[in-house]
């Protein structure tokens, strides 16, 4: 499952989560940096549980937690293409619950989707790595 940020020398899933923490089986906390765009900024909180084999497919789903503020869910497929290669494929909805005035929606929409398309090459950058050396 999720590799922590704040766990002994494992490297973190993604870059933007410096927290994340286990809470319960197959359950993490993830707290992201600030992220800023023009005057608006949020601190993305979410709890999710993953289920799966762990082996080829790995589903994972946001639970209702106070004070968290995205929900999440989405899926891990590992299929083995070849003797030494791994395609991953990651499918994941994110939405963040927080008000965005109706002027800035689209310098917003705009932010959100690149630190969203970041996000995921970092994390699939680090499931790279951590796959190489396994």
């Given amino acids: 499952m999720p590799t922590s940020g704040t766990s002994s020398g494992r490297r973190a899933a993604c870059p933007?989560?410096?927290?994340?923490?286990?809470?319960?089986?197959?359950?993490?906390?993830?707290?992201?940096r600030e992220r800023s765009a023009g005057p608006v900024s949020m601190v993305a909180r979410y709890t999710a549980r993953y289920e799966g084999n762990g082996v080829d497919r790995i589903r994972f789903e946001s639970l209702s937690v106070e004070g968290d503020n995205t929900d999440v869910r989405?899926?891990?497929?590992?299929?083995?293409?070849a003797e030494t290669a791994t395609r991953?494929?990651?499918?994941?909805?994110?939405?963040?619950?927080?008000?965005?005035?109706?002027?800035?929606?689209?310098?917003?929409?705009?932010?959100?989707?690149?630190?969203?398309?970041?996000s995921v090459r970092g994390f699939l950058g680090n499931v790279q790595r951590e796959l190489e050396t396994t």
């Fill in 74 to 81: 989405g899926t891990i497929v590992l299929e083995r293409t």
């Fill in 16 to 32: 933007i989560w410096p927290t994340c923490e286990r809470v319960g089986p197959d359950t993490y906390r993830f707290i992201s």
């Fill in 88 to 118: 991953v494929r990651l499918t994941q909805t994110i939405a963040p619950d927080t008000p965005v005035p109706r002027l800035m929606q689209g310098l917003i929409r705009s932010f959100v989707q690149n630190e969203a398309a970041a």
